[in-house]
């Protein structure tokens, strides 16, 4: 075969091995009828939190409906998440990644990150249309002006308390694209999923499940909902024939244990992130405050009770599978890290309430 018969536009070419289509049916680019070309190199760059990466997917969703053949990479600091049989190319940030990346050629490539580096890839990467956030002059700039209404809301809080969009429509319109409800995408374990399904049911004997996310991360504990708001609610569900159970990461545990005591409830003890997914996917409501928790549950298509203080709401969109609830008096610290009062707003939001939003799923 010549070489100059190889197809490197191809979706399937894998650089320096072997393909898909000759491995499973021994065919090379001369006789080949699995062929596609590339439609578009599409480049997202989301490193950031977690759950960030998480709700980001929907554009994958949206620019697969776009361009069926796009070859889709993505740079992050958290590759786990992303489910490899939606994205050709996964890249985690690091020196050879950058290296690969800055001597490429894309059509589209997306910054939503406004930390220093990822702008200044954006501004280095070799690109047709650029979408999002970019170095300019020494400083963060919008790539295009429909980035200029994110950047303004992160530099001012009382623009960002007044803003009505969630994250959803305003990722989209940065990428001057149209959000329809398109979907959150996920690297789970089905296997694991089915197994904690059956562990799940077999401890709940029928009951619904509900999954109590007692943690928040360390970035904002102000968040927080106090541990004996958890043991109320958990001891009402119980009454009330639901069967819950005490979900957190380790900086939980302690807690978590101590609200399973006071209650006889489940705690079944923190694993890996990948086992942690399946366990939500067992679950048929999620309670959870502002974290990584609500884009799980969000991308598994759960009903949830979402709390929230410190954050305007309008940035959240659950998809019409759940309801946000606020303390009663409001919160004095917008993305504070210290509360303001003298005792947290996080009181004022009742467990009576929480249980009956949960009544209402």
Known sequence: MDIKNVKYDCRHFKVAIPCKPNKEHNVDCENCKFYVKIEKRILIIKLGAMGDVIRTTPLVVKYREL??????SWLTLSPDVLPKEDIDKIYKWNETSLYILRNQKFDIAINL????????????????????FIWNENHIDAATPAAQHKLITGYYDHH?????????DEIFE????QFNDEPYLLNYNKDLAAKWSNIMKYRGQGKKIVGLNTGCGNRWLTRLWPEEMWVKLTKDLLKAGYFPVILGGPQEEEKNSIIA???SSWYPGTYSLEEFFAIASACDIVVTQVSMMMHIATALQKKMVLMNNIFNKHEFYLYNRGVIVEPETGCDCF??????RDKSCMYDLKPETVFKEIEKL
């Open 67 to 72: 361009f069926p053949n796009a070859q889709i």
């Open 113 to 132: 990150d406004k930390e220093e580096e990822a702008c200044m890839l954006l501004a280095e990467v070799d690109s047709t249309e650029k979408y999002g």
């Open 160 to 168: 960002s308390e007044k803003n009505t969009k969630h994250y959803m």
């Open 174 to 177: 940065i990428c001057h694209l």
């Open 261 to 263: 005591k006071k209650t």
């Open 335 to 340: 993305y504070g890290n210290s509360c303001k």
